[in-house]
């Protein structure tokens, strides 16, 4: 587990170069990872790849932010940035098809792991007003992300699929947004060397949570027939 895999493939010049793979991601893909803790996650993929120029990372706090809730966080950007990694601080999921440098891209792979809407005091995860926080929060982003996508492009949601997470219809979601299910396949953290899930939101931030036994990536493709005919992001309600 977590090994990379190699193979060598043509550049757009016809010359050989070598493909590394971690998984269900490539060095050749373009690739979005979007919401991310402490960046352990994009830092094992560029790492493996030993180049992360094909990878865009973000995250939903500003830089300010990022570093009061994950004191992990720092090694990792130091590692992307030295690897050629771009990284965007402040991305609102909601927005990311309006945001002036992400709007004229178009990726293979777009990540999300472990969407959640934040942890609030009083509140449980299986009460409804937290699970339709996060439902709307999966709803704005299948809006906005298919619209990033290269033609053969996927979404990659990674998410706990046991209750009370089954409760986000995330499947559903993706569904009525114009996007097909290719794929689910069973997540092992030990896949991605390095990578702590960390918890986020503002209650014991940099703490990780349980994964639990059904655990999932679920990867969606775009219904072209669907996507034809509706209208922009920007023209739809939230």
């Given at each position: 587990?977590?090994?990379?895999?190699?193979?060598?493939?043509?550049s757009?010049?016809?010359?050989?170069?070598?493909?590394i793979?971690?998984?269900?991601?490539?060095?050749?893909?373009?690739?979005?990872?979007?919401?991310?803790?402490?960046?352990?996650?994009?830092?094992?993929?560029?790492r493996?790849?030993?180049?992360?120029?094909?990878?865009?990372?973000?995250?939903?706090?500003?830089?300010?932010?990022?570093?009061?809730?994950?004191?992990?966080?720092?090694?990792?950007?130091?590692?992307?940035?030295?690897?050629?990694?771009t990284?965007?601080?402040?991305?609102?999921?909601?927005?990311?098809?309006?945001?002036?440098?992400?709007?004229?891209?178009?990726?293979?792979?777009?990540?999300?792991?472990?969407?959640?809407?934040?942890?609030?005091?009083?509140?449980?995860?299986?009460?409804?007003?937290?699970?339709?926080?996060?439902?709307?929060?999966?709803?704005?982003?299948?809006?906005?992300?298919?619209?990033?996508?290269?033609?053969?492009?996927?979404?990659?949601?990674?998410?706990?699929?046991?209750?009370?997470?089954?409760?986000?219809?995330?499947?559903?979601?993706?569904?009525?947004?114009?996007?097909?299910?290719?794929?689910?396949?069973?997540?092992?953290?030990?896949?991605?060397?390095?990578?702590?899930?960390?918890?986020?939101g503002d209650?014991?931030?940099?703490?990780?949570?349980?994964?639990?036994?059904?655990?999932?990536?679920?990867?969606?493709?775009?219904?072209?027939?669907?996507?034809?005919?509706?209208?922009?992001?920007?023209?739809?309600?939230s």
């Open positions: 587990m977590g090994e990379a895999a190699a193979a060598a493939v043509l757009e010049s016809g010359e050989e170069k070598r493909e793979w971690i998984k269900h991601y490539s060095s050749s893909h373009r690739i979005l990872l979007v919401g991310e803790g402490d960046f352990s996650f994009a830092a094992c993929l560029a493996t790849f030993g180049s992360a120029k094909n990878m865009i990372a973000t995250s939903y706090d500003n830089l300010d932010q990022l570093l009061e809730k994950h004191s992990t966080a720092t090694i990792h950007l130091d590692e992307l940035k030295r690897l050629g990694c990284v965007l601080h402040g991305i609102n999921v909601k927005y990311i098809w309006v945001d002036s440098f992400l709007k004229v891209k178009r990726f293979d792979r777009i990540i999300f792991n472990f969407p959640h809407a934040g942890h609030y005091l009083g509140f449980r995860e299986s009460d409804d007003e937290l699970i339709l926080m996060h439902k709307k929060l999966v709803c704005n982003f299948f809006s906005r992300a298919r619209c990033l996508l290269s033609e053969n492009g996927e979404i990659h949601v990674t998410h706990r699929d046991d209750h009370p997470y089954n409760n986000w219809e995330i499947r559903d979601s993706a569904k009525q947004r114009g996007l097909i299910l290719k794929e689910m396949v069973k997540f092992q953290k030990e896949d991605y060397p390095g990578y702590e899930n960390k918890r986020g209650i014991r931030s940099n703490e990780t949570f349980s994964l639990g036994n059904e655990c999932f990536t679920s990867k969606f493709c775009l219904n072209t027939r669907w996507f034809r005919g509706q209208r922009k992001p920007s023209q739809m309600k």
